[in-house]
């Protein structure tokens, strides 16, 4: 039985990385696809844990190779999804779990139809900057720039499967977790994992 494909999308601050890290701590079988970026390492990544970071020239020569999955230019630098290693571990049974904006989801439904999306929303604009605020990563007019372009993501919302607001955490990877374990019961995936006890009960 092949594994899910997952996409999660959310404006820089909304908390969708903490989601998924407690969402994949907390149920088996699904594991947080890491991307390649040419954006420079902060202090707290790790490389091959958070991001494969490699030169603006490497990235554009898998473009060229048709290497991705899905790309996208984001505040000046590239990321992207490797195809190979989705493929590969959705064949295995793994749920995939892919972090990334409202572009790259557009490439991987038209790619993979199959695929199912979540996007995660803040409870207001206030609460948006104060998040970004608190970081403390980056510089007034970087949150400024992210603000400007969170409402342009946030715009695309409806265009996705699934609508989680996290204004509590717990709540929310509640919601998260129950969307994930959701579709696994479907009839459909039901029948290819448990295809001979299902026709054993109908005899």
């Given at each position: 039985?092949?594994?899910?494909?997952?996409?999660?999308?959310?404006?820089?601050?909304?908390?969708?990385?903490?989601?998924?890290?407690?969402?994949?701590?907390?149920?088996?079988?699904?594991?947080?696809?890491?991307?390649?970026?040419?954006?420079?390492?902060?202090?707290?990544?790790?490389?091959?844990?958070?991001?494969?970071?490699?030169?603006?020239?490497?990235?554009?020569?898998?473009?060229?190779?048709?290497?991705?999955?899905?790309?996208?230019?984001?505040?000046?630098?590239?990321?992207?999804?490797?195809?190979?290693?989705?493929?590969?571990?959705?064949?295995?049974?793994?749920?995939?779990?892919?972090?990334?904006?409202?572009?790259?989801?557009?490439?991987?439904?038209?790619?993979?139809?199959?695929s199912?999306?979540?996007?995660?929303?803040?409870?207001?604009?206030?609460?948006?900057?104060?998040?970004?605020?608190?970081?403390?990563?980056?510089?007034?007019?970087?949150?400024?720039?992210?603000?400007?372009?969170?409402?342009?993501?946030?715009?695309h919302?409806?265009?996705?499967?699934?609508?989680?607001?996290?204004?509590?955490?717990?709540e929310?990877?509640?919601?998260?977790?129950?969307?994930?374990?959701?579709?696994?019961?479907?009839?459909?995936?039901?029948a290819?994992?448990?295809?001979?006890?299902?026709?054993?009960?109908?005899?």
């Amino acid at each position: 039985m092949s594994g899910q494909l997952w996409v999660v999308a959310a404006p820089s601050g909304a908390g969708k990385t903490s989601l998924v890290n407690a969402l994949v701590d907390s149920v088996s079988g699904i594991k947080l696809s890491i991307s390649h970026t040419t954006r420079p390492p902060r202090a707290s990544d790790e490389e091959g844990k958070d991001y494969f970071f490699i030169d603006k020239p490497t990235f554009e020569a898998m473009i060229t190779e048709q290497a991705f999955l899905e790309y996208a230019n984001v505040f000046g630098n590239y990321y992207g999804t490797s195809k190979q290693w989705v493929e590969h571990e959705l064949a295995k049974g793994e749920d995939v779990i892919l972090e990334i904006d409202w572009q790259g989801a557009e490439q991987v439904s038209a790619l993979l139809p199959d695929s199912r999306s979540i996007f995660i929303l803040p409870p207001s604009p206030g609460t948006l900057r104060h998040r970004l605020e608190k970081r403390a990563e980056d510089q007034a007019d970087v949150i400024a720039k992210r603000l400007q372009e969170a409402t342009e993501e946030m715009s695309h919302c409806e265009d996705f499967d699934y609508i989680i607001i996290n204004d509590k955490f717990e709540e929310a990877l509640l919601e998260l977790s129950a969307i994930i374990l959701a579709q696994r019961l479907k009839s459909a995936r039901q029948a290819q994992k448990y295809g001979t006890l299902l026709q054993s009960l109908r005899k």
